[in-house]
């Protein structure tokens, strides 16, 4: 294989963050299911969290925190809409885990590469606990507080000094069909010979119309409503 050389450019990156609704009854429901799965298993899995967590495939294996999974998903999708202006991408979850962080836990400095997004959930902080650091974005927790961010951005935890109960999950594009074919068309239909049209015809039109939109939403700087800065 030849040489391959790195370039490096400087993009500003979003991270999203919200604090869901309702959050006080859905933080009760999966507080109490973290601790009675910590019960059970107070082993955990060993990973970069240096703190008691659950399997990487936790969705997999009880269907308790379903909501939260679906309310993440969600977050997701909307972000995909909404600031990179493609309604039609679509992520379902790769992996799904919870957390609890004591005095003097930590994660250590990693990132979530290939998955498309990285979502961090917090369910029960103390005041003054540890931040999430994504690169160099401090994010201090709040009970309720969703955290989006692609998922090749490096992200660490420092030791805490107070509990920090949370959840968390690497989401990935659900695959096209890229071989479907396309719909025809207005005009196409009708009882003469069958017209055959080149799958390019419609991807190309679907790029130009696109490609101008996000052009557009970009140069109007557009942020996504209902998210905080």
């Known amino acids: ?12 990156t979003p991270i999203f963050t919200t604090i869901i609704d309702d959050y006080e009854s859905i933080n009760k429901h999966v507080k109490m299911h973290i601790l009675t799965m910590k019960k059970q298993n107070p082993q955990g899995v060993e990973s970069n969290v240096r703190a008691w967590r ?6 997999k294996i009880t269907k308790a925190f379903d909501p939260l999974v679906d309310i993440m998903t969600s977050a997701c999708d909307y972000v995909s809409e909404h600031y990179y202006n493609d309604k039609e991408a679509k992520v379902e979850p790769f992996n799904f885990w919870v957390m609890d962080y004591l005095d003097g836990d930590q994660a250590v400095h990693h990132n979530h590469w290939p998955s498309l997004y990285s979502v961090v959930y917090f369910v029960d902080v103390e005041k003054g606990c540890a931040p999430l650091i994504v690169e160099d974005e401090v994010i201090q927790p709040e009970n309720g507080m969703l955290v989006v961010f692609p998922g090749n951005l490096d992200h660490e935890v420092p030791p805490t000094k107070g509990r920090r109960i949370g959840a968390a999950g690497n989401f990935h594009l659900i695959p096209v069909d890229i071989y479907a074919n396309p719909p ?31 052009k557009v939403a970009a140069a109007e700087k557009q942020k996504p409503t209902g998210f905080k800065p």
């Open 1 to 12: 294989m030849p040489k391959i050389d790195a370039r490096f450019i400087k993009k500003e």
């Open 54 to 59: 659950s399997h990487w495939f936790t969705h």
């Open 184 to 214: 025809e068309p207005e005009g196409a239909e009708g009882n003469g010979p069958k017209k055959v049209y080149h799958p390019s015809i419609y991807t190309e039109d679907k790029f130009r119309s696109e490609g101008f939109q996000r």
